[in-house]
RNA sequence: UGGGGCGUCGUCAAGUGGUAAGACACAAGGUUUUGGUCCUUGCAUUCGCGGGUUCGAAUCCUGCCGCCCCAACCA
């Protein structure tokens, strides 16, 4: 149990909040959900499960210059497919902009909050630094009662922007600076997704985060590690105003992933300059990037409870993340066979014309996944990569004068090559099959060390594949200057002609398979169509070949 | 630098005075009609460093070191 459960756990125990468990995910909506979101998402509506609580969802929607609906219908459509489920419980941090803006006067009634004419500058300049004291502000001891009318006409639109604020009266030498009359409101006089043009003044965070958690009834208001110097102003907030609840603020470490970055300003530069395709393309760490390469919810979920929360500031190794899919695919996934650099192959002693069903198995881990049949007949494609002229002794595929099985099919041994003239190039292969090994098996006991995926070259569809890689070539793409420097070239390799088994020629979007031997692919739910299949490649298999290769072990 | 937070295996992470869980990664074997899966084994005599308290310390005290956050009219 991690030190958040064990907190909340113990507020039960204790009886606090008469005995409730609530809890909220406050997203601004200036951006898509990311991976990292998962962890707050999960962490929230989890502990609202588990402790029989609830779960709302609240946009954090104060600054209208970067928040946009478009934003908003991501985000919901994210959480969804997450699992997360807010109920009835959608809410806007601008819902509550009426009592706010009673919160503040209460304030400024109650001498705790002044109207500042200084300029952005002189704010700036008045606040200190983090080792000197600030100095007060002008206006700092102005009447309630000029104030309270100051207040008013900021909203009623009577001054620019820029021209007044409003500021908490704290203390200008604290030394955390967020206590240094902090500002609870602004001027800006654009059009909000939600209120419109109704208002001209707008809350800021601080003013408005914990008001609007107190509002909500929320018990334990779990933020990430950054706003754990933003406390004591939460406290000071809810302490010194006629709030309905008291929640308490819990601080845990967000989630960082070693070759992406997560930033959202970062993401949307990517997406602005036109380095991915949108917010949903597949290399993107985001909720609706990830959907679109073809993770599923369930093992975003099982990563999360395997990465825990705490409040070390920590980077994740990508493989956690792969390996959760894989773990899960590798149980649920049917195989199939898919050759996606095809090299034909004759088999010369096959009578020509003749076609075999094959049955083969759906997935060996699901005996309840059963079996199809798949056409055999004298020509195929196989893998280029599963031929080598001249190979090193560890290379168990096919070679001239060896043997290897299809897979379900029959054992061929390679007799020829054919070599375009001009370049060189293998362009096909002759083989002979062995009639005896149908279904893969030698009656005399002959052992072949290598199995291949095959397709019917008559029969094949051809599709075009998508071989996705991480979007940086660098674990820790911030590291040394730009992270744009350190985007993966290769991150995308867009592959046309591929062979699939016919069976796959009529498949849904969305449907998820293994290209046996290649990995886990998944039909684009926005390009691929029945009759003209798009399939990106989600994930690959662990590949020890390509690892002794690497190592120069290959014999 | 003032304040706040954090330092346990390559990466995450349990542990809260009784003698270092687990996962990923990695390595070596075995099984295998996916060089996948699965199985076995190995992988911190040590918990940022130094003192101290104690029969006993990753856990308590103390000094030091390192990393992160705060000086947006962002959240």
Known sequence: MDFIRAIVKDDLAAGRNEGRVHTRFPPEPNGYLHIGHSKAILLNY???????????????????????????????????????????????????FDQLYAWAVHLITAGKAFVCSQSLEDVRAYRGTVTEPGRPSPDRER????????????????????????????????????????????????????????????????????????????????CTLEFEVNRPLYDWFIENLPVPHKPRQIEFARLNLTYTVMSKRKLLKLVQEGHVSGWD????PTISGLRRLGYTPSSIRNFNERIGIAKRSSTVDLDLLKWALREELNQTADRVMAVLRPLKVVI???????????????????????????????????????????APRKFFRLKPGAEVRLKHAYFITCDAVVKDPDTGEVVELRCSYDPETRGGDSPDGRKVKGTLHWVSADHAVDAEVRLYDNLFREPFPDQGGNYLDNLNPN??????????????????????????????????PQDSQPGRPVFNRTVTLKDSWAKLEAGGKTG
């Open 46 to 96: 989890g502990i609202a499960q588990e402790f029989g609580g609830k779960f709302n969802l609240r946009f954090d929607d104060t600054n209208p210059e970067k928040e946009e609906t478009e934003y908003v219908e991501s985000i919901k459509a994210d959480l969804r497919w997450l699992g997360a489920d807010w109920e009835d419980r959608e809410f806007f941090a601008s819902d509550y």
């Open 143 to 222: 009447p309630a009662e000029e104030s309270l009318r100051l207040f008013e006409g900021m909203k009623n639109g009577e001054f620019d922007e820029g021209q007044y604020t409003l500021r908490a009266k704290i203390d200008m030498a604290h030394s955390n600076m967020k206590m240094r009359d902090p500002l609870l409101y602004r001027i800006r006089k654009v059009h909000h997704h939600r209120t419109g043009d109704q208002w001209c003044i707008y809350p800021f965070y601080d003013f408005a985060h914990g008001q609007s958690d107190a509002i909500e009834g929320i018990t334990h208001s779990i």
């Open 281 to 284: 393309d597949p290399r993107m």
């Open 348 to 390: 010369t002693n096959y009578p020509e014309g003749q076609v075999e069903q094959i049955e083969c198995v759906n997935n060996p881990e699901d005996p309840a996944s059963g079996t199809r049949e798949v056409p055999f007949s004298r020509e195929i494609w196989i893998e280029q990569d599963d031929f080598r002229e001249e």
């Open 491 to 524: 991150s995308l390799e867009v592959l046309t002609g591929c062979k699939l088994e016919p069976g796959l020629g009529g498949v849904e979007p969305g449907y998820r398979c293994q290209f046996m031997r290649q990995g886990y692919f998944f039909a684009d």
